[in-house]
């Protein structure tokens, strides 16, 4: 099962990769290091809508899956509904502040000139984002695996043709990496709406009292998933953050590293969509036995593809960080990565791995918790001592030690909550995941709500 859902991962990921490929084609470490400190204000904004998208896709599939196809049509328009309403709001109070959050982040000069543009261009397509990713949720609790997967593909694939023609063909640089990005969302939103409506009929005409009714259940999952998976981007803004008085070498070059990790570690993101339904089921069936073999399994899985990918990019580091037209400074931070801060996944995949046990174990909250305690305790001191203590190479060293810490910790929580579970030998009561799988560093909507439904599923 992880296999099937990193191939579509990592063919989105590998457009994002792509992408800053032929912006860095252009020459100038400035627009790197704009693409990523945009790209940390637009993982805010990403996992807003992965709250709604997770609310709308519980509720939905609830509806369907106990035969109320009706309720199932209502849920979903009010969904999308609900989703352009937060996105709207979002955008609205985003945009007047937008030169002040990079201002805050660290960007300055050309470099934060550039990144505003960026953004006033691509924030305004955040309702467009919201309803394909709302879309891709629908499917996904109505079981459509398939198509849910093609509206993040249907967008990736439209980055893949208009990113080498925008931005080289035409010249327009990071423009035209914006302009690529709101089209391809407008494809994704065309999808899935076609999927939703004409496939499988969960589509009706908004009404004032259908969304109404509907916005109360909606909210009681939207907001604590919101405020779940923000820990994530608050932890990467800390980062961009303590990069910043590094220069541009050290942003661009934390850019780069940001499409580097899903591309190399997708089948990572995609493990929870794995794991989470054999915990589940033998959960149901009191099996603790194999809820305990199915952790452990995943652990030598991830041990294994880790320590695999970590050797090819410790051998690969130099070429591939030669590849960004980075400065000296830049590609040494690069291939730090690779060479020492690339093997703490086996700690991040053993957190993935303990947050899906989590949420099919009736304890969401704990997931919750250990999302923000890594975002920020197992973030903040350790990258600003690192920071200060040794510069760039310290930023990146002092967030992988912090991902050291709270895999072991959060493993030994999963074991404990199911041993305890086994000793009352009755399966908990089911909570709703606040939180599908973790995202990569600066995560486009575009692929993470790939990302999200596998962690869903």
């Given amino acids: 099962m992880t296999a099937t859902g990193s191939i579509g991962l990592v063919a989105v990921f590998v457009v994002d990769l792509l992408n800053l490929f032929y912006i860095s084609l252009l020459g100038e470490e400035e627009l790197a290091a704009a693409i990523g400190y945009a790209g940390t204000v637009m993982f805010f904004t990403t996992s807003v809508a992965i709250g709604v998208m997770i609310a709308g896709s519980a509720l939905v599939s609830r509806a369907i899956g106990s035969g109320h196809a009706q309720d199932g049509r209502r849920l979903s328009t009010s969904s999308m509904v609900y989703m352009v309403l937060a996105t709207v709001l979002l955008v609205a109070v985003m945009l007047p502040f937008v030169g002040p959050m990079l201002a805050l982040l660290g960007a300055s000069g050309r470099t934060l000139e550039l990144a505003r543009g960026f953004l006033f261009i691509v924030l305004p397509s955040t309702p467009l984002l919201g309803i394909g990713m709302a879309a891709s949720g629908v499917l996904r609790g109505v079981g459509d695996a398939r198509r849910s997967m093609w509206v993040t593909l249907c967008g990736g694939l439209a980055t893949a043709v208009?990113?080498?023609?925008?931005?080289?063909?035409?010249?327009?640089?990071?423009?035209?990496?914006?302009?690529?990005?709101?089209?391809?969302?407008?494809?994704?939103?065309?999808?899935?709406?076609?999927?939703?409506?004409?496939?499988?009929?969960?589509a009706e005409r908004p009404r004032l009292s259908a969304f109404l009714t509907d916005v109360g259940p909606l909210s009681a999952?939207?907001?604590?998933?919101?405020?779940?998976?923000?820990?994530?981007?608050?932890?990467?803004?800390?980062?961009?953050?303590?990069?910043?008085?590094?220069?541009?070498?050290?942003?661009?070059?934390?850019?780069?590293?940001?499409?580097?990790?899903?591309?190399?570690?997708?089948?990572?993101?995609?493990?929870?969509?794995?794991?989470?339904?054999?915990?589940?089921?033998?959960?149901?069936?009191?099996?603790?036995?194999?809820?305990?073999?199915?952790?452990?399994?995943?652990?030598?899985?991830?041990?294994?593809?880790?320590?695999?990918?970590?050797?090819?990019?410790?051998?690969?580091?130099?070429?591939?960080?030669?590849?960004?037209?980075?400065?000296?400074?830049?590609?040494?931070?690069?291939?730090?990565?690779?060479?020492?801060?690339?093997?703490?996944?086996?700690?991040?995949?053993?957190?993935?791995?303990?947050?899906?046990?989590?949420?099919?174990?009736?304890?969401?909250?704990?997931?919750?918790?250990?999302?923000?305690?890594?975002?920020?305790?197992?973030?903040?001191?350790?990258?600003?001592?690192?920071?200060?203590?040794?510069?760039?190479?310290?930023?990146?060293?002092?967030?992988?030690?912090?991902?050291?810490?709270?895999?072991?910790?959060?493993?030994?929580?999963?074991?404990?909550?199911?041993?305890?579970l086994q000793s009352q030998a009755r399966p908990p009561e089911r909570g709703t995941p606040l939180a599908g799988a973790e995202l990569p560093p600066f995560s486009r909507g575009e692929g993470a709500s790939a990302i999200e439904q596998e962690g869903l599923g």
């Fill in 162 to 202: 208009l990113d080498p023609l925008l931005i080289l063909a035409l010249g327009l640089g990071v423009e035209g990496a914006a302009i690529a990005s709101v089209i391809s969302r407008a494809v994704m939103t065309a999808y899935g709406l076609y999927a939703v409506v004409r496939i499988h009929h969960l």
């Fill in 221 to 420: 999952i939207a907001v604590p998933a919101i405020l779940t998976n923000v820990a994530t981007p608050v932890g990467n803004a800390y980062v961009t953050y303590a990069l910043a008085p590094h220069g541009d070498a050290a942003i661009a070059a934390w850019a780069v590293i940001g499409r580097i990790i899903p591309v190399a570690f997708g089948p990572l993101f995609a493990l929870t969509g794995a794991i989470g339904p054999v915990v589940g089921q033998n959960v149901g069936a009191l099996r603790y036995d194999r809820v305990r073999q199915a952790i452990r399994d995943s652990l030598k899985l991830i041990i294994s593809y880790v320590v695999l990918i970590w050797l090819a990019l410790a051998l690969a580091r130099l070429p591939l960080a030669g590849l960004f037209g980075l400065s000296p400074e830049g590609e040494q931070l690069v291939a730090f990565f690779c060479l020492y801060a690339a093997g703490s996944f086996v700690f991040q995949g053993a957190l993935f791995t303990a947050n899906a046990a989590f949420n099919n174990l009736g304890a969401p909250l704990m997931s919750t918790g250990f999302n923000w305690a890594r975002a920020t305790i197992g973030t903040i001191p350790l990258v600003w001592l690192g920071g200060r203590w040794f510069g760039a190479e310290g930023v990146i060293g002092g967030q992988a030690i912090g991902s050291v810490a709270f895999g072991v910790a959060a493993l030994i929580c999963a074991f404990s909550l199911v041993a305890r």
